[in-house]
């Protein structure tokens, strides 16, 4: 069963504006939850990650807010681009064990 | 420096034909993965390895075996391929368990079984 539920599965902004995807699990056993970034016709790669000990965690423009209690977790991208546009992945893990991805949220940053 | 590199890019098969995927990393990683990308579903683990001679199933392992003899090589064989099989395949790779947040993926080979 998904053990990573993400939402939206689309998702369109405007250029300047703010972009959240929010992702829930279950297993209250993951102690590692990542944010991948795609780009058509490519392979995804990392963006920004969290452990469960801070509720939030800051790069550029990229956060990720961490809800222990509510076992959701959430990527918000300020001051969207174009150039942003791209399918986002949450993901979550146990340590030492692989990656569970959500299934993907399709952004597209309108000029 | 080339990372993790998928041959091939492209693939057609017929239902019921073999191939082999194969995936090379030059970053000395210890732990590699092939998933499976279809629209909506996310990506999917098919099986990993954890060292050179070892291999484990993932989530969707039906269908598909790997083979890890090298430990810079992972391949991922289909021995009957089936239309359902249809997708598009990443290799990843990681340098430890300790590090398998920070997965360094290839470029994909796009699989179409008719």
């Known amino acids: 069963q998904q053990q990573v539920k993400q939402s939206p599965q689309s998702l369109i902004v405007q250029k300047g504006g703010i972009s959240i995807i929010n992702c829930a699990y279950e297993?209250?056993?993951?102690?590692?939850f990542p944010w991948y970034q795609q780009f058509p016709g490519k392979g995804p790669a990392l963006l920004i990650a969290?452990?469960?000990?801070?509720s939030e965690k800051k790069e550029g423009r990229f956060t990720i807010s961490f809800n222990k209690s509510a076992k959701q977790f959430s990527l918000h991208i300020m001051d969207s681009q174009p150039g942003d546009s791209a399918t986002y992945f949450c993901a979550a893990s146990m340590s030492g064990y692989a990656l569970n991805f959500g299934k993907g949220t399709s952004l597209l940053v309108t000029p | 420096n080339a990372g993790v590199t998928q041959t091939p890019k492209f693939r057609v098969l017929k239902t019921g034909q073999s191939m082999t995927l194969l995936c090379a990393q030059d970053m000395n990683h210890e732990y590699m993965y092939w998933y499976r990308q279809d629209p909506g579903m996310g990506l999917r683990l098919i099986h990993y390895s954890v060292g050179e001679g070892t291999t484990a199933k993932g989530e969707v392992p039906d269908g598909y075996n790997v083979s890890r003899l090298k430990k810079q090589n992972f391949l991922l064989g289909l021995e009957s391929a089936a239309p359902s099989q249809t997708s598009v395949y990443f290799c990843?790779?990681?340098?430890?368990?300790?590090?398998?947040?920070?997965?360094?993926f290839g470029s994909g080979t796009q699989l179409s079984v008719l």
């Open positions: 969290i452990r469960p000990d801070v």
């Open positions: 990843a790779s990681s340098y430890s368990a300790g590090m398998v947040e920070k997965l360094f």
């Open positions: 297993n209250t056993a993951f102690d590692y």
